[in-house]
Nanobody
């Protein structure tokens, strides 16, 4: 199977920065789509940013110019660099990957989620 482990969340003051990481492990053949989502209390989970295997990126209007998504294919890891953080960025952040993995000699594609990491922006 495949596991995603996130790290890098925490408490930061408005205007500060944080870098989230999400590493995948298991019998991975390839990873296509990688992305970050977030969910604030009382709100639905929303897309933050995505990156394809070719490096193409997309991000929500609310984070454009402040957040940068990147990936290291050799490490099966996706990053989210968050700068100029605002209180409204406070949420639990989840990574998501579309992974092709090997199971009993077969190649299977499925979506996997990280456990979530809390980001709190407050003075």
């Amino acid at each position: 199977q495949v596991q995603l482990v996130e790290s890098g969340g925490g408490l930061v003051q408005p205007g500060g920065s944080l870098r989230l990481s999400c590493a995948a492990s298991g019998s991975i053949f390839s990873i296509d789509f990688m992305g970050w989502y977030r969910q604030a209390p009382g709100h639905q989970r929303e897309l933050v940013a995505t990156i394809t295997s070719g490096g193409g990126t997309n991000s929500a209007d609310s984070v454009k110019g402040r957040f940068t998504i990147s990936r290291d294919n050799a490490k099966n890891t996706v990053y989210l660099q968050m700068d100029s953080l605002k209180p409204e960025d406070t949420a639990v952040y989840y990574c998501n990957m579309r992974v092709e993995y090997l199971q009993s000699r077969y190649k299977i594609a499925d979506d996997f989620w990280g456990q979530g990491t809390q980001v709190t922006v407050s003075s």
